[in-house]
């Protein structure tokens, strides 16, 4: 039996019980808060959550931020910063922007109709109560805290048969001098026959996207903030749908995150997604996707550097609940100086999801001797009629591509960036929304001093 516990001075039930919103939403934080504090806290022998850090999580380092006035925001919110628009505006043309700050709506704007695209509070929708939860349908350990504390929830909302040309864009803004646990909380509906996309991006304002990156091999954690975020983000694709989605974590080098995305995709309908890990001391993404109706489909794509003590924790789950579904999933990063990733996966065939087609890879990187990745796929397989395979690599820069282009007058340093350039080439390539390519591509290229990546 798990046995690290630790004191309700903070995350107790009448802390949640407080914050403002209607009686269902209170009573769910309620509910939830409960359920948390009569668990034990997850260890490094749960089986979920071996390789972690999670040991050295203190919750009690941490507090919920000030309560605030939801009625204080204006429908359409303050102006964000012009940092945060500098960023947003990076991406492109948009069809709608969410800015929160520590998890409170402070803008939303959208050029789509209403009869096409709902974003905003998911308490001012009118399903509210039903859509919050209805994909994470089993909350444990991390996201039954979210429930417990995501002070204002947004949602976007793809109406039936409408295709939003642009990507809504999501930014979840982390500020403050440290201390603060923040839980962004977005849901995310693809309706019927619908196309859209979604770019959610995570940034402190000490992170990657919005400050200098130090120099490589540097300290980079004293005199920076520190911050628990839990984000969680729920994806629905229904029959017929599409839908482009792309997370971004630039997280300060000291924060931890523990992140959670739940998706379920119906009949007929895609789900292409994408994940970029950059910041954090310790960020954990962990990812389950559940193919519920025929002939769905799946593809899951990330791309991380870790450096310094960095640690990024990857955990997938490609769940084939129908016949003729199809999931395709590649992980690809590199590790430097003395971080660390892991990346854990399970490809799972439901009896009776006959004829589905799963493929799980993980590409890693070791760019320096005191760098560790594990890479652990898995595959629990219920059903004959299948095609399921996995594979995973983890190794040094390659002595003979390095061999090649030194023999060719390029210089050692040169030719590890350009290797490193390769490597996360094809990745690149494959993120989903144009718009947001050359930002992702920057700031892996940023990450290692690899320029043209």
């Known amino acids: 039996m798990r046995e690290r516990l630790f004191t309700l001075s903070t995350f107790a039930p009448e ?51 000030v309560s605030p006035d939801l009625t204080a925001t204006d429908a359409h919110g303050p ?19 969410i800015v929160t700050v520590n998890g409170v709506l402070a803008t939303v704007a959208s050029d789509v109709g209403d009869d096409a695209l709902a974003i905003g509070r998911m308490t001012e929708h009118d399903e509210a109560e ?34 939003i040309e642009h ?5 979840h803004v982390i500020t403050g001098a440290g201390g603060d646990a923040v839980f962004p909380r977005t849901v995310i509906r693809g309706g019927p026959s619908s196309v859209a996309s979604v770019v959610e991006i995570v940034v402190d304002v000490e992170g990657g996207l919005l400050a200098e990156l130090p120099t490589r091999g540097a300290s980079s954690v004293a005199n920076h903030a520190e911050h628990l975020v839990v984000p969680v983000t729920e994806v629905q694709v229904a029959d017929g749908a599409e839908l482009n989605y792309v997370s971004i974590q630039s997280l300060g080098p000291a924060t931890w995150q523990l992140a959670h995305q739940v998706s379920t995709i119906g009949a007929d309908a895609g789900l292409h997604s994408f994940a970029v890990a950059l910041g954090g001391s310790y960020a954990r993404l962990r990812t389950d996707s559940a193919l519920i ?14 450096r310094d003590d960095q640690m990024l924790d990857f955990r997938t789950l490609q769940d084939h609940r129908a016949p003729k579904t199809t999931s395709d999933l590649l992980f690809m990063g590199a590790v430097a100086d003395r971080s660390h990733s892991v990346y854990s996966g399970l490809i799972r065939v439901r009896r009776g999801a006959v004829r ?41 820069v390659s002595e003979d591509q390095r061999y090649y282009l030194e023999s060719r007058g390029v210089e050692p340093e040169v ?19 144009a718009g947001t390519r050359a930002m992702i591509g920057q700031a892996l290229a940023d990450r290692t001093g690899v320029h043209g990546v």
Not at 46 to 63: A, C, H, M, N, T
Not at 143 to 161: E, K, S, W, Y
Not at 167 to 171: A, F, I, K, Q
Not at 418 to 433: C, E, H, K, S, T
Request: aromatic share 6%; proline share 8%.
């Open 15 to 65: 802390t949640a019980a407080a914050l403002p919103g209607p009686p269902w939403l209170r009573h769910r934080r309620t509910v939830a808060a409960e359920a948390f504090a009569s668990t034990p806290l997850p260890t490094e022998k749960d089986e979920v959550w071996r390789y972690s850090r999670i040991d050295s999580l203190d919750l009690d380092r941490y507090q919920t931020p």
């Open 167 to 171: 990507p809504v864009v999501v930014v």
């Open 79 to 97: 102006p964000p910063s012009d940092r945060i628009r500098a960023l947003v505006d990076g991406l492109g043309p948009r069809s709608g922007l």
């Open 130 to 163: 039903v859509l919050l939860g209805s994909i994470a349908t089993d909350p444990t350990d991390f996201v039954l805290l979210n429930d417990a504390f995501a002070a204002d929830p947004v949602v976007i909302d793809v109406h039936a048969g409408v295709t």
């Open 415 to 433: 030719a590890e960036r350009l290797i490193v350039a390769g490597f996360f080439a094809d990745i690149a390539d494959q993120v989903p929304i």
């Open 293 to 306: 109706g025929t002939s769905g489909t799946s593809k899951l794509r990330a791309a991380f550097i870790g």
């Open 356 to 396: 589905s087609d799963a493929m799980q890879t993980n590409h890693n990187l070791v760019l320096d001797e005191g760098a560790h990745a594990d890479s652990v796929p898995n595959l629990d397989i219920q059903e004959n009629d299948v095609r399921c395979s996995h594979a995973s690599t983890v190794g040094p």
